[in-house]
């Protein structure tokens, strides 16, 4: 038994926390594991058949009330889940997030919505975000997509970028300027989100993609998309008209929560594979266990990762609880991608040589962890959030409209 599963977790996990974990960490080893470790290589896409389990799990309504159809349960129950499913394909752990919310456009009823929310839950219904650039990331107020009314439309073209599962999304959240007026002072005005119902598997008329060559994150492609005249009911809108920037800006606690749990989520598994190599693999006449310079590598490694841990934990219970808490979301999502990222290196170079070829998965952690460090904010993102907090924000107009988004 793992010992951080018996542990107290400073007071945060309860019998029902702990079963939730324990039940997400047998589905990630038996069920999400040997998929990884045979499609990944390949850069195989997540199977429907893997992502029927999900469903049945719940986990694409952890998120929604229950009333809804959904499981009802808060950010930390949520982020035990994603660290598991993480151990085992990041790819994976981050799929559960494309449901457990529908954005409300004008044109929903509540029993529309609501049916929505349903079918997401049950993973029939999940969605995807079109919002970063081939020229605009971190920088949100520098979109230049538009949107334009013609009659009952909106007329978008433009280009977007960095979008994951655009086609297999059921609808896309596109974020795009629909007032041409742009004051230099407030760029970041003037946005605003879409809602574009598509056909999973298709793009509609007037758009059409192109898999980015990524490389990692496998599991799914990530595309680049181009708008091109793409009509959408004058409906649509999501939240309020033009302030879409703050709509986005709403619920980034959670995101960098779940990148956060993601993050520690690849990193222990390549802690646990090495702690398995280094008690494998002999050198010298001995596992290389026994050496200290190894031993003391795998301590500083676990160091890290509950201490990444516990800030998570930290901040995930602040979160349902209802307290701002986006200084301490930034340092979680910001420290344990770091960290990842050394985990997952020191994680090769205990595999030596065999750590550089796939017939170990240490590798698939390193490129995925690598990632964290980019999406749903950047590091450099995260310490200018984290120091605009301790310090005052720097108010300039270049540093204005920087909220690092969210992962497309």
């Not at 809602?195 to 595309?223: A, C, D, V």
């Not at 930290?314 to 340092?331: L, P, Q, W």
């Not at 170079?349 to 950047?378: N, P, S």
Request: proline share 4%; net charge neutral; charged share 30%.
């Amino acid at each position: 038994m793992d010992e951080r599963v018996t542990s107290p977790a400073a007071g945060y996990m309860t019998e029902e926390r702990r079963m939730i974990q324990e039940t997400a960490r047998e589905f990630a080893l038996n069920e999400v594991l040997p998929v990884a470790n045979e499609l990944d290589p390949v850069q195989g896409d997540i199977p429907m058949e893997l992502r029927r389990k999900l469903a049945d799990m719940g986990y694409f309504g952890m998120l929604i009330p229950e009333e809804m159809g959904g499981l009802g349960l808060g950010c930390f129950e949520y982020c035990l889940v994603t660290e598991e499913l993480a151990r085992a394909w990041m790819s994976v752990s981050s799929i559960i997030r494309q449901g457990n919310n529908v954005p409300r456009a004008r044109f929903m009823s509540d029993e529309h919505w609501r049916g929505l929310h349903k079918r997401s839950a049950q993973g029939d219904y999940l969605g995807c975000m079109a919002m970063s650039e081939p020229q605009t990331g971190s920088d949100v107020s520098g979109i230049k997509t538009r949107a334009v009314r013609d009659g009952d439309d909106w007329v978008i073209t433009g280009n977007k970028c960095w979008i994951t599962f655009a086609d297999g999304a059921d609808y896309m959240t596109v974020i795009a300027r629909t007032d041409p007026k742009i004051d230099p002072n407030k760029r970041h005005l003037g946005l605003t989100a879409l809602f574009l119902e598509k056909e999973r598997g298709k793009f509609p008329k007037g758009l059409s993609g192109t898999p980015l060559p990524k490389i990692g994150y496998f599991g799914w492609k990530t595309w680049e998309l181009a708008f091109d005249g793409v009509r959408v009911p004058k409906d649509a809108v999501i939240g309020e008209e033009g302030k879409a920037f703050y709509t986005r800006a709403k619920g980034l606690e959670t995101a960098r929560a779940h990148t956060a749990a993601r993050a520690i989520g690849v990193a222990r598994g390549a802690l646990e594979d090495s702690i398995k190599y280094a008690q494998e693999r002999e050198q010298f006449d001995r596992p290389i266990a026994h050496f200290q310079a190894i031993r003391f590598k795998l301590a500083n490694m676990a160091t890290e990762i509950e201490a990444a841990r516990q800030l998570l934990y930290f901040v995930c219970h602040e979160i349902d609880t209802g307290r701002r808490c986006d200084k301490e979301a930034s340092m979680a999502k910001y420290f344990a991608s770091e960290m990842a990222e050394r985990v997952t290196s020191e994680a090769i170079q205990i595999h030596g040589g065999a750590g550089y070829t796939k017939h170990h998965q240490v590798e698939r952690y390193w490129r995925d962890a690598r990632l964290t460090k980019i999406f749903e904010g950047t590091s450099e993102i995260q310490q200018m959030i984290i120091s605009d907090r301790l310090l005052g924000r720097h108010r300039d107009p270049v540093s204005r409209g920087k909220s690092g988004g969210g992962e497309d």
